[in-house]
């Protein structure tokens, strides 16, 4: 066996579980797990169920192994990975750096995105939640909610007008994927982008992927996880 093939081997061997959540509720385990199907890295998947009652005792024995006791994390080798911006970033390293532009300025502009969306993106629409977007009755958006939604269109309007698109910064990126859940929770509630089409053109070119869609059609499948604070004040 040449020593080539001997390392080849071994990199088939490593194992890689991903423990997410609920297809319907956990948008954070969607983001980590979109970007390693989108950088074509092998893992399972151990779906945790984190509706009430049973998510309580569910991620306790997540804290056994991953100390924030949240999904997602990746467990690779005897390792865990925790925080889907962690997995998102080793997806980034394993598939050679594809996910992120190689310009060091695009690719500070392309982490800002993904910084502003990890940091909870100011509050944005904070009652729309990804669960929302399931239901099968929709509330229309409130005029608040819909200013705030035409402050981020804007945003990715002026990056990809800059950037000349066809995603955020050039190329399919972390940013873009970091989004998908943002722009699915947003859509759902029907806001005017009508100012924006390069940002429309972009949701829905998002909402295409065959990674997104083998997602949503499962969280599709599943019945709505309905939280308190849906209804307009
Ligand atoms: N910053 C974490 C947030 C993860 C998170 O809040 N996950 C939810 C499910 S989508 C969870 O497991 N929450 C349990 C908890 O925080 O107690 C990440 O990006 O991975």
């Avoid at 049973?54 to 925790?82: C, K, M, T, W």
């Avoid at 970033?89 to 993904?114: H, M, Q, T």
């Avoid at 009508?194 to 429309?200: D, G, N, Q, W």
Wanted: charge should be negative.
């Amino acid at each position: 066996m040449s020593l080539h093939y001997a390392a080849v081997r071994l990199e088939e061997m490593v194992s890689r579980i991903l423990y997410s959540g609920t297809r319907n509720a956990s948008s954070w385990a969607f983001r980590a797990w979109l970007a390693l199907r989108e950088a074509q890295v092998d893992f399972e998947e151990h779906i945790v169920d984190i509706r009430v009652p049973q998510r309580f005792e569910n991620l306790a024995r997540i804290q056994a192994f991953s100390p924030p006791g949240a999904v997602p994390v990746l467990v690779d080798g005897d390792h865990a990975i925790f925080d889907s911006l962690a997995i998102m970033e080793y997806a980034n390293d394993r598939s050679g750096g594809r996910l992120l532009p190689s310009d060091p300025v695009i690719r500070a502009i392309a982490r800002s995105l993904l910084a502003w969306q990890h940091s909870g993106l100011s509050g944005l629409c904070a009652r729309l939640s990804f669960e929302s977007a399931f239901y099968p009755e929709r509330r229309a958006m409130t005029e608040d909610e819909q200013a705030q939604t035409e402050r981020i269109a804007a945003a990715w309007e002026s990056t990809l007008k800059r950037g000349g698109g066809p995603w955020l910064t050039g190329d399919l990126s972390l940013a873009d994927l970091a989004f998908v859940p943002t722009v699915i929770r947003l859509l759902a509630h029907g806001p005017d982008l009508s100012a924006y089409p390069l940002s429309e053109q972009w949701a829905s070119r998002l909402l295409q992927r065959p990674s997104v869609n083998e997602w949503m059609q499962q969280a599709r499948d599943l019945p709505p996880v309905y939280l308190d604070d849906y209804q307009p004040a």
